[in-house]
């Protein structure tokens, strides 16, 4: 699957666009509470809602099987997130939500677990939500910024508060370290 | 261990045999027992003794309930535990007319049927369908989705009060 042509500098756009929203500078944090409030999306901890054991149980037969969902509840939204994530986790987990909020992403599919059928999206607009929400948590000016101070993945994923991955992930898929090594060549 | 001894069934359904002798005295209405015996094909006495309340034989209760166009699994459950279907109903109804003959309730009914099988399908889902996009795995192990199938269920319930309590607020 690939995503669709000029989908990456779109979503640039769109980031830094919301990030002036927000008053951010190229160096901030996403703040991604305030990205929330300011989409009239609501976060909210799923064991402020069900207990905390029943996740907990859920986490031991298998890690990682849920890690949030959006629900939507008389014309609100709702992101709500896995306590048992760390907050790197949490920050991607949050980010890809918010990304399908914004590419407006129907939920289009119905998936069944156990007889209680859900509407979800289709696997592309998965990808979709995922390179988006990178780009949110990590602009490419940032990871300009970033590189050019000689920050790789791990400083990167500490001062953004998010996983290495991601962090690894987005400063090899956009380039920023070809462009600094040929800027100091 | 306890328990039955062996070749003896656990537990035993009965035939609702009032039931049986009931629907049948409906559906031949003012028909002479004569005439609806030998269009259901049963013997006079059949008949008779099952309109009386009497146990009839496999042949005779297969003969009966394809007259009365019933299943017959329809007199192996307590009625009081087994909801009668609308359809069903309106066919046994149909059936009991006296002012129809067989080949006419037979004809409404399949027209019934019909009409059912097309329409029902368009009713909404017995479960509402929940509005929530997943970020969950795609596989998952035994014993996962029963359990997150629930939470997110509850979850959504949880969801639905706290929007009813903030806007009582």
């Not at chain 1, 666009?17 to 927000?22: A, F, G, Q």
């Not at chain 1, 976060?43 to 069900?50: H, I, Y």
């Not at chain 2, 004809?107 to 049927?113: K, Q």
């Not at chain 2, 997110?152 to 929007?163: G, M, R």
Request: with cysteine; glycine share 6%; proline share 7%.
């Amino acid at each position: 699957m690939t995503l669709p042509r000029g989908f990456k500098a779109q979503a640039e756009r769109e980031a830094q666009r919301l990030r002036t929203e927000l008053a951010l500078t190229a160096g901030d944090p996403l703040p991604l509470d305030r990205l929330a409030a300011h989409l009239g999306i609501t976060l909210v901890s799923a064991d402020q809602l069900v207990n905390r054991s029943r996740l907990e149980e859920i986490e031991r037969l298998q890690a990682f099987a849920f890690s949030a969902a959006t629900f939507e509840v008389q014309q609100r939204r709702f992101v709500v997130t896995n306590p048992l994530r760390t907050p790197g986790r949490l920050a991607s987990d949050v980010a890809h939500e918010i990304a399908h909020q914004l590419l407006r992403h129907d939920l289009s599919e119905i998936r069944v677990i156990e007889g209680v059928p859900f509407r979800t999206c289709k696997p592309d607009e998965e990808e979709q939500a995922t390179a988006f929400g990178g780009t949110l948590l990590l602009p490419r000016p940032l990871l300009m910024r970033a590189a050019l101070r000689g920050d790789g993945p791990a400083e990167i994923a500490a001062t953004f508060g998010v996983t290495i991955e991601m962090a690894r992930f987005r400063y090899n898929t956009t380039g920023v370290a070809r462009q600094v090594q040929r800027r100091s060549s | 261990m306890t328990g039955p001894p062996d070749g003896q069934p656990v537990e035993v359904e009965m035939l609702d045999v009032s039931q049986l002798g009931r629907l049948v005295r409906e559906r031949r209405g003012g028909q002479s027992l004569r005439l609806a015996a030998s269009e259901a094909g049963v013997s006079f006495s059949t008949m008779s003794r099952v309109e009386a309340g009497a146990q009839p034989d496999l042949a005779s209760f297969t003969r009966l309930c394809a007259w009365l166009g019933m299943p017959p699994s329809r007199f192996f459950t307590p009625v009081a535990a087994r909801p009668a279907e609308p359809l069903d109903q309106a066919i046994a109804h149909l059936s009991a007319d006296p002012r129809l003959s067989t080949d006419a309730a037979k004809a409404i009914s399949g027209v019934l049927r019909e009409m059912y099988a097309n329409l029902a399908k368009t009713a909404a889902p017995s479960k509402p369908v929940v509005a929530c996009h997943l970020r969950a795995a795609s596989v998952m192990r035994p014993g996962v989705p029963q359990r997150l199938g629930a939470l997110l269920a509850d979850i959504h319930s949880a969801l639905e009060d706290l929007v009813v309590r903030e806007a009582g607020r």
